[in-house]
């Protein structure tokens, strides 16, 4: 049973466009939403996290949406660049237990055409 | 600061030899994840260490996967004997806080083919 579901499985956006992927999850103990970003040859690394007591969190280009009623969150990608090629990773994770250990979502392989 | 690093980055073994994967965190960090990703699918979690205790091991595969973490610094994964769907890229990650508030680091990945 998978317990973060992630869509789409890949993404093709022209350059200055929004990029979209979204994330819902099952268990209501998730209390910390980080997304990952992925170049090849790398390991995946922190791009952006929420909390949610908040809707939404922005950082640059990048912007977490998070809908609690819904058990959904997702990244918005704005003027998005060829440099922002990449594979990205939801996750959650519980901030009350004793281990940090990320639940991730199955990825989604973002292409951005110049 | 050096970041998370892993030995070797590709491994292609047969069937039923063993192969020892090794990370080294970041120094200071006490916390040390092990995830996996088969291909396509989603990264999994193995284990989780506090210095050189194994504070959560609940998604360890089966009794052929080991891992240790000898005095609490580099930390080695190994798997005895390997099967086919062992194949997969090997993550490790370490942190200096708990429970998600602290950012876990994850070093490039080992590449495990199992022929």
């Known amino acids: 049973q998978q317990q973060v579901k992630q869509s789409p499985q890949s993404l093709i956006v022209q350059k200055g466009g929004i990029s979209i992927i979204n994330c819902a999850y099952e268990n209501t103990a998730f209390d910390y939403f980080p997304w990952y970003q992925q170049f090849p040859g790398k390991g995946p690394a922190l791009l952006i996290a929420?909390?949610?007591?908040?809707s939404e969190k922005k950082e640059g280009r990048f912007t977490i949406s998070f809908n609690k009623s819904a058990k959904q969150f997702s990244l918005h990608i704005m003027d998005s660049q060829p440099g922002d090629s990449a594979t990205y990773f939801c996750?959650?994770?519980?901030?009350?237990?004793?281990?940090?250990?990320?639940?991730f979502g199955q990825g989604t392989t973002l292409q951005v055409k110049p | 600061e050096a970041g998370v690093t892993q030995f070797p980055s590709h491994s292609v073994i047969e069937k039923g030899q063993t192969v020892t994967l090794r990370c080294d965190p970041i120094s200071g960090h006490d916390n040390l994840y092990w995830y996996r990703r088969v291909m396509g699918k989603e990264i999994k979690f193995l284990l989780h260490?506090?210095?050189?205790?194994?504070?959560?091991e609940s998604g360890m595969p089966n009794n052929r996967f080991l891992a240790e973490r000898t005095g609490g610094t580099y930390s080695t994964l190994k798997v005895q004997p390997a099967e086919l769907e062992d194949s997969g890229v090997y993550f490790c990650?370490?942190?200096?806080?708990?429970?998600?508030?602290?950012?876990?680091?994850f070093g490039p990945g080992t590449r495990l083919t199992v022929l």
């Open positions: 996750a959650a994770s519980m901030l009350t237990s004793n281990t940090g250990k990320l639940i």
């Open positions: 929420i909390r949610p007591d908040v």
């Open positions: 990650a370490s942190s200096q806080l708990l429970a998600g508030v602290g950012e876990q680091f």
């Open positions: 260490f506090v210095k050189e205790s194994k504070q959560d």
